[in-house]
């Protein structure tokens, strides 16, 4: 018999950390290879982290709430006889890998596909990040005197009172903890933010929209989707990307697709979307939506190359919006809801359902004539039967 401790695991993209959100095993527990141990949130994901080891559990380190570093101890289990080569993955007992394939995960962010994760984290103990919650101080930005550059109690209180924060002022407000999913989307945003982007906008006549939408029994945005997929060949740029160096036009389009989920925006892939008829589309839409509503998008449907970002602003209500850019495209479309306005066809004012359609750009890959161009492409395609029932259904 041997114990063996198993550290929290590198869970990708760059993580540092992860907060326990629940145990799933006691402490005296006997587990199986394999068996979920903890439910860990991230900035990205909130995983089940399976159990290296068959074996009895003899230490749990962290508790509920609690911010575990990537390397930290986790779990402490005696181990013995040929229990002693159940280690998932394969490998030494001894050292159990720092980099894990999770087998389920569960979304929980819009972390945007492919951004970049911020740099170390501030060391605190968990008492001290509680404080720093509570004073509405930022840790990051707190300059560390305890050992090792470790923040300490007098730090956050000394960053509170510069800041103007004061526990007297506990009556003027309620405080709503920010979650790590909350803090992400802060820093991407914070990140886009300073992209130099655009917005321009177009009134869409969606007679003809309506009518291959209802014929094919799909919402509106699929058919909008599979129209932009015959656009962008001819206006690369719609479907580009910024990197310091070269501009890339990409081959495929990738939608990050936003939904609104419970615990934040969730910008999950359509991946080569331009390959899909409109009926594939429109259950990769339902299917991802569900998911992310349910909060149960696997990683992979959250990370990886984004070429295009479109938003349904219209689920909600909303006649028209200025999207920020998803972190990694050149574009983000945005389509408002479709509802009766007065346009004038053939010289005459009538109501038709319309709907506006928003396109940000990135200045920096597209000027503002490029960008107008391919809206206007786009445009006259939603805007002939012909040409609609011509895409792939």
Known sequence: MAERVFAMPDLGEGLEEGKIVAWLVAEGDQVELNQPLVEVDTAKAAVEIPSPYAGRVVALHGSVGEDVPVGAPLVTFLVGGDELGDVAGGGSPDRFPRSLTLPQSRWSGDSAPGSVTSGTPAKATPAVRKLARDLGVDLAGVIATGPDGRVVEGDVRAAAVKGGASEQDEGDFERIEVSSVRREIARVLGEVAAIPQVTTFRTVDCGALEAVRRELEVSPLPVVISALARTYPAHPLLNASWHEDEIRTWRHLHVGLAVDAPRGLA?????????????????????????????????????????????????YGSEAGTPLLTPGCAVTIAFGVISPRALIVEGEVVARPAATISLTFDHRVLDGAAAGRALTALVALLQSPDRLRDLPS
Request: hydrophobic residues 40%; charged residues 30%.
């Open 267 to 315: 910008v999950p892939r359509l991946r080569d979307a331009d390959t899909l008829g409109i009926g594939a589309l429109a259950e990769e839409i339902r299917r991802s939506a569900e998911a992310a509503r349910e909060d149960h998008l696997s990683l992979e449907e959250v990370t990886g190359p984004v070429t295009m970002g479109v938003s349904n602003t219209g689920a």
